[in-house]
């Protein structure tokens, strides 16, 4: 009777390992994100939570509804089990919110729930967080997508201030948003001539607020194996006060670089050895039109450092303009 026993039990086991070689995988999560609460931050901002996390690549506004306000945008929130839903400006009143939204598992959540509205006014400017390359990338040459990313949704319909040295390249760049309103990218797919590349978005984007962003987009770039050169500085001096925004131009025959100017009126970058002919220009109130100017000077990298004196602009014009 035991040895049948034995035989039974060694039987099991076998037929289990052998079933279970056989077995599909766990099963994936099956379950759809489920709204925990909405939330109103400001006067176009509701905050929608989660019970998990939420796939933003699937994020779309006109899969949002609102009753009496148009959705403008959607995004990521504090962390990935939360969304942002921009709206035009709120008012007290009771609103109903509905759509759709995926988890990371790609299983849809529908939801319908209500809100009251908010009239408190965001006044926290947008930030750029993110720009690609990174400044003084190497060997670079092809396929060449520069990327800025912003800390929320700004206005998309505004014109966006931005420069690409040598200006030749400039129009080989074609520019595009993501659905979120959050990045931008320019995009070139021929391949580049030349060694050193520089890209700088001014300051003026606004969030759906009209908040402006006061802070430069800079990067660089080149085709060789080695980004060479000296790193030079200097500071901005108007009426014996900073220049709080602007852009200094070195030109050395075909050679052309830029750096912005930033909020403490200094400069730097990293800059190939030689004799430039560097002036500035300055844009007070972030329009991108040049109000200040600085006198061209002689500029050897061998002295590390240049102090640039700036004037009124006489004839106001696009800084893009100054760029030769």
């Known amino acids: 009777m035991k040895r049948l026993v034995a035989i039974l039990i060694v039987f099991f086991f076998f037929s289990a390992l052998f079933c279970a070689k056989k077995m599909l995988p766990p099963s994936p999560d099956r379950f759809p994100p489920r709204l925990v609460e909405a939330n109103t931050r400001s006067r176009v901002q509701v905050e929608l939570v989660f019970d998990e996390d939420l796939d933003p690549a699937r994020f779309n506004p006109e899969s949002l509804t609102i009753t009496g306000l148009k959705v403008r945008g959607i995004s990521l929130g504090r962390q990935q089990n939360r969304v942002v839903v921009w709206t035009e400006p709120q008012r007290q009143d009771n609103y109903l919110i509905q759509g759709v939204v995926w988890d990371v598992a790609g299983n849809p959540g529908r939801f319908r729930t209500g809100f009251k509205g908010s009239v408190r006014i965001d006044t926290i400017?947008?930030?750029?967080?993110?720009?690609?390359?990174?400044?003084?990338t190497r060997g670079?040459?092809?396929?060449?997508?520069?990327?800025?990313?912003?800390?929320?949704?700004?206005d998309t319909t505004t014109g966006l201030n931005y420069l690409i040295v040598p200006k030749a390249v400039e129009t080989l760049f074609t520019r595009s948003w993501d659905a979120n309103w959050q990045e931008i990218k320019f995009l070139c797919r021929d391949s580049l001539a030349g060694p050193d590349f520089y890209f700088l978005l001014l300051p003026g984007v606004v969030d759906l607020e009209n908040n402006r962003c006061r802070m430069p987009v800079w990067t660089c770039w080149t085709t060789d194996s080695v980004f060479e050169g000296v790193r030079v500085h200097g500071r901005t001096d108007f009426n014996t006060q900073p220049v709080r925004s602007g852009v200094v131009f070195f030109n050395q025959g075909s050679t052309r670089a830029l750096a912005p100017v930033l909020s403490d009126g200094s400069w730097n970058l990293k800059l190939r050895s030689g004799v430039y002919s560097v002036f500035g220009v300055g844009d007070t109130d972030f329009d991108g039109q040049v109000d200040l100017i600085s006198p061209e000077v002689e500029f050897n990298t061998k002295n590390e450092s240049l102090l640039l004196f700036f004037v009124p602009e006489s004839l106001s014009r696009s800084v893009n303009e100054y760029c030769r």
């Open 140 to 154: 670079l040459y092809r396929s060449v997508r520069i990327i800025v990313r912003f800390s929320e949704p700004v």
């Open 125 to 136: 400017a947008p930030e750029a967080r993110v720009v690609t390359p990174a400044p003084e």
